[in-house]
T-cell receptor, first 113, second 116 residues
Framework: KQEVTQIPAALSVPEGENLVLNCSFT??????LQWFRQDPGKGLTSLLL?????REQTSGRLNASLDKSSGRSTLYIAASQPGDSATYLC????????????FGTGTRLQVTL | KAGVTQTPRYLIKTRGQQVTLSCSPI?????VSWYQQTPGQGLQFLFE???????NKGNFPGRFSGRQFSNSRSEMNVSTLELGDSALYLC???????????????FGQGTRLTVV
């Protein structure tokens, strides 16, 4: 059974800092991995999708890497801003049960002025 | 381009009642998945529909059911509501069925269900 862990559970940084969020998964037989952000009481916004054959994806100030063999992904946020404050979730889609996403518990990020 | 639309946004129901939630996927998307989000359990997969067929189901009791229409819109139904069903129910749409090509999932704003 796939298990996804995100560390840290919460993080507070001053504006302008670069930061890294971590995601680890126990079963490396994944189809892809997706990073989302969720604002309080809202739905999920897709940030980046990495296919299992890819090593990284970039979008603006965000860069996500994937090391499938070690079961790890990182989300790098450059020059953080208060608007980046949200909960960040990673989710994996396994090759055997590709219909569903298995989510981590998230990292709650606060960027302070 | 319109995103995923879920209605209603908020619902308050009494124990024992039933409820139907609706999800309209992004135009052209044929896969719709449902997830339950609670503070204690996080995001849990309910089921996925593709071309009006349920392709996969999560570990939820039979009180949770769903369907998909020919226009890809989906509904989920929860019968005999329990207090523990209080949650944010999220719908996601993808271009294709999970595991076949680009399956980036796009989520709606969710329906907040409160059972009293």
């Amino acid at each position: 059974k796939q298990e996804v862990t995100q560390i840290p559970a919460a993080l507070s940084v001053p504006e302008g800092e670069n930061l890294v969020l971590n995601c680890s998964f126990t079963d490396s037989a994944i189809y892809n991995l997706q990073w989302f952000r969720q604002d309080p009481g809202k739905g999920l916004t897709s940030l980046l999708l990495i296919q299992s054959s890819q090593r990284e994806q970039t979008s603006g100030r965000l860069n996500a890497s994937l090391d499938k063999s070690s079961g790890r992904s990182t989300l790098y946020i450059a020059a953080s801003q208060p608007g980046d404050s949200a909960t960040y979730l990673c989710a994996v889609r396994n090759t055997g049960t590709a219909s569903k996403l298995t989510f981590g518990t998230g990292t709650r990020l606060q960027v302070t002025l | 381009k319109a995103g995923v639309t879920q209605t209603p946004r908020y619902l308050i129901k009494t124990r024992g009642q039933q409820v139907t939630l609706s999800c309209s996927p992004i135009s052209g998307h044929r896969s719709v998945s449902w997830y339950q989000q609670t503070p204690g359990q996080g995001l849990q997969f309910l089921f996925e529909y593709f071309s009006e067929t349920q392709r996969n189901k999560g570990n939820f009791p039979g009180r949770f059911s769903g369907r998909q229409f020919s226009n890809s819109r989906s509904e989920m139904n929860v019968s005999t509501l329990e207090l523990g069903d209080s949650a944010l129910y999220l719908c996601a749409s993808s271009l294709v069925q999970g595991g076949l090509g680009d399956t980036e999932a796009f989520f709606g704003q969710g329906t907040r269900l409160t059972v009293v």
